[in-house]
């Protein structure tokens, strides 16, 4: 368990409205990052964070920032949702202590835009 | 650039019987790779990973892999699968950098 949590769970919004996921972690990795997950498309990065204030796009950025300002929490913003964004929305730390490189994912968002 | 490719979309197979759900990719460097699995209504969990060392790595509940560097090929393998194993799964690959790329995923459905 890599005491991640994600919050909301789910969520229902309208078109048009912001939206803010949290993830938050208790294990102070430095590496942290979103995806979203689609049919058909596996899991996408949308943006990740290296340490607090220091963030990078992914490969599917638009329409989406973050923001890091504590080690332990890293939040995704939908400034104006629209209906391609429903999806489900998984946050992952790297384990720093690790060689393999390899990332744990918390247990997702599902988000539904109208 | 890393890809990964997962040659099925989805893989049934009958209760007890062996099964082999693949996976290639394609780097210029080397990589890590890793196999994750998702539970329904689940997160990603890590199966197995391999950077080095034997070709064949040994995971969680019974899986293993074997790497295949010629073939540039990951494929996943339980001798015996059970009702519990329904699931879906990804490969996916690392480079020596801070991302992971995933495949598109499998959804290993077992017959009773």
């Known amino acids: 368990d890599a005491g991640i949590t994600q919050s909301p769970r789910h969520k229902v919004t309208e078109t048009g409205t912001p939206v803010t996921l949290r993830c938050h972690q208790t294990?102070?990795?430095?590496?942290m990052y979103w995806y979203r997950q689609d049919p058909g498309h596996g899991l996408r990065l949308i943006h990740y964070?290296?340490?607090?204030?220091?963030?990078d796009k992914g490969e599917v950025s638009d329409g989406y920032s973050v923001s890091r300002s504590k080690t332990e929490d890293f939040l995704l913003t939908l400034e104006s949702a629209t209906s391609s964004q429903t999806s489900v929305y998984f946050c992952?730390?790297?384990?720093?202590?690790?060689?393999?490189?390899?990332?744990?994912f918390g247990p997702g968002t599902r988000l539904t835009v109208l | 650039a890393q890809s990964v490719t997962q040659l099925d979309s989805q893989v049934p197979v009958f209760e007890e019987a062996p099964v082999e759900l693949r996976c290639n990719y394609s780097?210029?460097?080397?990589?890590?790779l890793f196999w994750y699995v998702q539970y329904p209504n689940q997160g990603l969990q890590l199966l197995l990973k391999?950077?080095?060392?034997?070709?064949l790595v040994k995971g969680i509940n019974g899986f293993e892999a074997e790497f295949n560097k010629s073939q540039t090929s990951f494929h996943l393998r339980k001798p015996s699968v059970h009702i519990s194993d329904t699931a879906e799964y990804f490969c996916?690959?690392?480079?020596?950098?801070?991302?992971?790329?995933f495949g598109k995923g499998t959804r290993l459905h077992i017959l009773p």
């Open positions: 964070s290296y340490g607090v204030k220091d963030t």
């Open positions: 294990e102070n990795h430095r590496y």
């Open positions: 996916a690959v690392s480079a020596l950098d801070d991302k992971i790329i």
């Open positions: 391999y950077l080095s060392g034997s070709t």
């Open positions: 780097s210029s460097v080397s990589v890590y």
């Open positions: 992952a730390i790297k384990d720093s202590g690790s060689k393999y490189n390899e990332q744990f």
